[in-house]
Structures are given as C-alpha cells and as structure tokens.
C-alpha cells in the first residue's frame, strides 16, 4: 500500500466516524480547558501507559493472522537485537510494515523510536502524521492523550531541525487543538502557516474541520472551497457538503455530495452518501 492509498484509508475510516461532530475542547467554552488541566495528572499516568505492544494488540486483530505473520517475525527479531544499527533496521522495518497494512498508531511508536535514535527530520514527520492519523480515526479514548503526547513530541523535534517546515508547524498546529489545552495556539500555527502559504491544503482543511465543530460554517465552506480548487478529493468534498447541510443550503450541499461520490473509491460509502442525498431531498 503507497502512501496515497494509506491517506484514502485513514480518510475513509474518519469520515465514517463523524469525529468532526465532536466538540474541540477549548473551542466551544471556557471550562473544556479547565476540565483538560485539571485532569492532566490522569492523563500523564494514561500516556505512560500506552506503548506500542498496546496499540498493536488491535492493530493485529484488524488486520487478521496472515497480515500480522510478518509483523510477529519482525518483533521477534527486534526483541533478541543487541546492536543499535540492528535494532534502528528493525524499528524502520516494522514502521514500514504497519503502513503497508494501513495502521498508523504502531507505526507511530516505530517511527518514534527510529527518531529518537537518529534525529532526523523526516523520522520526526512521519511521527507525527502517523499519531495524528491515529488520532484522528482512534474512538478508543484511552490511549488519545498518548497520541497528542506523541504528535507533539514529534513535530516540535521537527520543527527544531528545520523551523520554517510549513507541514510541521500544521502538523503541531493540529496537535495543539487536538488535545484540547492549547487550541488557540494551535490555531495561531495553522493560521501562521496560511499566512505564508494562503492556498495550503492541509492548513486549511484542518481550519475547515476546527471552524466546523465550532459552529462557524461559513468560514468552514471558505476553507473547503480553497482546498477543493487547488485539490479537489472527495473528503473535501463531503465535509463541504455536511457544512452546507448545517447551513441548511440543501442544493449545495446535494451537489457537494453528488462529487464526493463520483471520487469515493469505496462502494459502500457511495451508498451512505446516496441516502444522504434522498433525506435532503424529501
């Protein structure tokens, strides 16, 4: 699986979760962010206790026996490393394996591990992506606060080899708001990064995403109508569609819908978008 497949994936699996219908803590009130701090010594204790035999436990069971053989063989091997280059090979292997199977939260902890090792910018990055595809598609809230831990560990190591990356400070931007105790300065980072680059898709997608689970759709359809003319996908589509159904533009949001079907590689989705349709027509 090539990275495009891996992202048309992930993308699938959070859309057809609604995450963007949650609240973003500090978005919506003021006691979002209280209750978050407060609860910090919890979330500490929960993000000690999340690694990757943890997340890879599911991860194997999703992806069945056959999948997972090569996986096992590879952990194996990783336990009875002695030497540093071995176990860095062995770290980058497995890293490899988990997206090739479209499971980004053990290849987080491998890529994580790989960073940590050589320090290199690109390890960081993929990091930090992978904990914020998992994030973005986990419903298991146990083992979110080590994903935000991890995102942005990762992107702020990033981001110190090269500080003007503009996919680090929106990666550490979405991470920020994603753990709800700093969104506005995870807000401040995108709207810092379309400051430079005002067409950015990532930047404004998640811009989109965050001005719909506050309720700003009119400044959501802003934002998903400049990734669709540089990048027109279905996942943009589909949240133009869902913006305009709040703002209760039925025929914008049909025809929205309508495109994102024509680019949905996955049939059943298809079907759900075709019953989204009919309930906006009668």
Same mark, same amino acid.
Do not use: C, H
């Given at each position: 699986m090539n990275k495009k497949q891996i992202g048309v994936a992930i993308v699938i699996v959070a859309i057809m979760?609604?995450?963007?219908?949650l609240p973003v803590k500090g978005l919506i009130k003021a006691s979002a962010t209280h209750d978050t701090a407060k609860s910090a010594p919890m979330a500490s204790k929960a993000v000690s206790n999340v690694t990757v035999a943890t997340v890879s436990e599911p991860a194997k069971a999703a992806i069945g026996a056959a999948l997972s053989a090569k996986i096992n063989d590879l952990e194996g091997r990783?336990?009875? /490393? !002695?030497?540093?280059?071995?176990?860095?090979? &062995?770290?980058?292997?497995? *890293?490899?394996?988990?997206?090739d199977v479209n499971q980004p939260a053990p290849a987080a902890f491998y890529y994580q591990a790989v960073a940590r090792k050589d320090n290199s910018f690109d390890a960081w990055l993929n990091s930090g992506n992978r904990f914020n595809d998992a994030f973005?598609?986990?419903?298991?809230?146990?083992?979110t606060p080590a994903f935000i831990t991890g995102a942005v560990e990762a992107f702020t190591n990033a981001?110190?080899?090269?500080?003007?990356?503009?996919?680090?400070?929106?990666?550490?931007?979405?991470?920020?708001?994603?753990?709800? /105790? !700093?969104?506005?300065?995870g807000?401040?980072? &995108?709207?810092?990064?379309? *400051?430079?680059d005002p067409t950015n898709i990532s930047a404004n997608l998640n811009l989109g995403?965050?001005?719909?689970?506050?309720?700003?759709?009119?400044?959501a359809v802003?934002?998903?109508?400049?990734?669709?003319?540089?990048?027109?996908?279905?996942?943009?589509?589909?949240?133009?569609?869902?913006?305009?159904?709040?703002?209760?533009?039925?025929?914008e949001a049909i025809a929205a819908y309508q495109k994102c079907k024509e680019m949905m590689p996955d049939p059943v989705f298809g079907q759900r978008i075709d019953q989204y349709i009919k309930?906006?027509?009668n």
């Open positions: 979760g609604y995450l963007y219908s990783l336990e009875k /490393a !002695s030497g540093d280059a071995e176990k860095l090979s &062995l770290n980058k292997q497995l *890293a490899a394996r988990w997206d973005k598609i986990t419903q298991d809230t146990a083992v981001l110190k080899l090269k500080p003007q990356s503009l996919e680090g400070k929106t990666g550490l931007g979405v991470a920020y708001v994603n753990g709800g /105790a !700093s969104p506005m300065q807000i401040a980072l &995108l709207r810092e990064v379309i *400051a430079q995403l965050f001005s719909m689970k506050s309720g700003q759709f009119d400044k802003q934002r998903f109508k400049t990734v669709i003319a540089k990048k027109p996908d279905f996942e943009s589509y589909f949240y133009l569609a869902e913006t305009y159904k709040q703002l209760g533009q039925k025929p309930e906006l027509k």
